[in-house]
């Protein structure tokens, strides 16, 4: 078997040489180098042609989306993050797994079967091969160069514009990313999320009231009451959910 060439890119120093002591040891992997920033990343990517890449998402001089964003064809990605909290389980890029710091030696190994085990092609996450968040998972938003990770139950709504999504959150704060409403739906727990219409995807157990007006409809999510404006279609399927789910209904 053709051995794994590996790229880490972590700008913290303990964490290359970890990692690079532990890829050492295992068999059937090459570890091509180690980078500590964007630029020197993206120039070692393209000469090294590394099968796999090490990257973190936040580094001081941009982060790990701006290396991707850098590349025209990026290797496979394994993230590395410090965010501990949650298990983070869904990424807008080609990410083939995370691993949280320290770095556990048999999660090294379980990442690196994923990547002699995942296509190339594959880019976005989907039901058959990707297990979705609960509520205490957490999302990760690429905003620019940077990441922030959201719990999945802080989320009240999603609105789209094209292939740009807004994610209002409990807190108030909004964020812009770069993703579709059906991108979210693929990786959201579908028992939570309930798309109303063509832009618009709402966590059903933050809906604090519904206002019928005619044929259209008011919805208010949060405590903080945003109030969400729904046409025709999307107030008529809201109705039958409302009667058929007793979390609606409370």
């Not at 048999?106 to 190339?120: D, K």
């Not at 409403?181 to 063509?198: A, C, G, H, N, T």
């Not at 059903?204 to 008011?218: M, N, P, S, Y």
Request: net charge positive; hydrophobic share 40%.
């Amino acid at each position: 078997m053709k051995p794994l060439r590996c790229l880490i890119v972590d700008d913290e120093e303990l964490v290359c040489k970890s990692l690079q002591r532990m890829l050492g040891g295992l068999t059937g992997v090459d570890v091509v180098g180690t980078e500590r920033s964007v630029s020197l990343a993206v120039s070692a990517v393209k000469a090294l042609q590394p099968d796999v890449l090490f990257l973190d998402v936040q580094m001081p001089d941009g982060g790990g989306f701006e290396v991707l964003r850098r590349l025209e064809s990026p290797p496979a990605v394994i993230f590395v993050t410090a965010y501990d909290k949650y298990a983070v389980r869904a990424f807008e890029v080609n990410a083939v797994d995370y691993l949280l710091k320290p770095v556990l030696p048999e999660r090294l190994e379980e990442a690196l079967a994923r990547v002699r085990g995942t296509p190339r092609s594959v880019k976005n996450p989907s039901r058959d091969n990707f297990e979705l968040p609960s509520g205490n998972d957490v999302v990760l938003l690429e905003i620019g160069s940077s990441g922030h990770f959201r719990k999945v139950s802080e989320v009240l709504c999603l609105r789209s514009d094209g292939k740009y999504t807004e994610v209002l959150c409990k807190d108030g704060q909004a964020y812009v990313v770069r993703r579709s409403i059906s991108q979210w739906q693929k990786i959201l727990p579908e028992d939570v999320f309930v798309r109303l219409d063509r832009s618009l995807l709402v966590n059903r157990l933050e809906i604090q009231g519904v206002d019928f007006v005619g044929r259209h409809a008011t919805v208010t999510v949060g405590q903080i009451r945003h109030a969400l404006v729904i046409g025709r279609r999307a107030a008529a399927r809201l109705r039958p959910l409302l009667s058929a789910c007793p979390i609606l209904c409370e």
